[in-house]
């Protein structure tokens, strides 16, 4: 089975500050998502990676960047917090370019205070 | 840009009934894959059932069915005999397969809930 871990379920910071959200695969797999769920509105895409380096836009980018490394690892950046990106964060992955599905981590629960 | 619609905010079923969870989808493409997700309460999501655009034959996994319309662009989900573990939120995803990426656009989720 695929794992996805995101490094915290449940994650408290302060208006300003720099926060990093780390999600590890165990699969190999080329691609891998950041989400933010937030109640009515469904996921949606932050960013997405499809391979070490690369990154590229999805549909809600501002306030976020992102960085991959390594090919396990994606991690989403939050350069200067605010309370509008207090969220449910999905990391994501996804191997091939079959009618795979998505393996999804367990959600990191982020507050702005 | 392709659009995901689930009009049913919220849904209950009695243990052991069935329900159907509706989702309709706009596009202008002709081939495309259709998913499932189903997201507990405090757990990972996971799938629950996929449909590729090109197969006529609905799809089927143990007591979820899909009836996949492609003239109409709906894609419901069928559950029989529903269990307590069936309660979740339930996303509907429509996978795009123009481009290296092959985006992903995720409906706004069913919340199920299951009546013993």
């Known amino acids: 089975d695929v794992k996805v871990t995101q490094s915290s379920r449940y994650l408290v910071k302060r208006t300003g500050e720099k926060v990093f959200l780390e999600c590890v695969q165990d699969?190999?797999?080329?691609?891998m998502f950041w989400y933010r769920q937030d109640p009515g509105l469904g996921l949606r895409l932050i960013y997405f990676?499809?391979?070490?380096?690369?990154?590229e836009k999805g549909d809600i980018p501002e306030g976020y960047s992102v960085s991959r490394e390594k090919k396990e690892r994606f991690s989403l950046i939050l350069e200067s917090a605010s309370t509008n990106q207090t969220s449910m964060y999905l990391c994501?992955?996804?191997?091939?370019?079959?009618?795979?599905?998505?393996?999804f981590g367990d959600g990191t629960r982020l507050s702005i205070l | 840009a392709q659009t995901v619609t689930q009009s049913q905010p919220e849904m209950s079923v009695q243990e052991a009934e069935t329900v159907t969870l509706s989702c309709t989808y706009d596009?202008?493409?002709?081939?495309?894959?259709l998913f499932w997700y189903k997201q507990p309460p405090s757990r990972q999501m996971i799938l629950v059932i996929r449909?590729?655009?090109?197969?006529?034959q609905n799809a089927t996994e143990n007591r979820f069915s899909v009836n996949f319309q492609k003239a109409a662009k709906s894609f419901s989900l069928k559950i029989s005999d529903s269990q307590l573990g069936d309660a979740a939120m339930y996303f509907c995803?429509?996978?795009?397969?123009?481009?290296?990426?092959?985006?992903?656009?995720f409906g706004t989720g069913t919340k199920l809930q299951v009546i013993p």
């Open positions: 994501a992955t996804r191997g091939g370019l079959q009618p795979q599905p998505q393996h």
């Open positions: 699969m190999d797999h080329e691609n």
């Open positions: 990676s499809y391979d070490v380096k690369m990154k």
């Open positions: 596009t202008s493409e002709s081939d495309y894959y």
């Open positions: 449909q590729e655009a090109y197969k006529q």
């Open positions: 995803a429509y996978r795009s397969l123009r481009g290296g990426y092959q985006k992903v656009t």
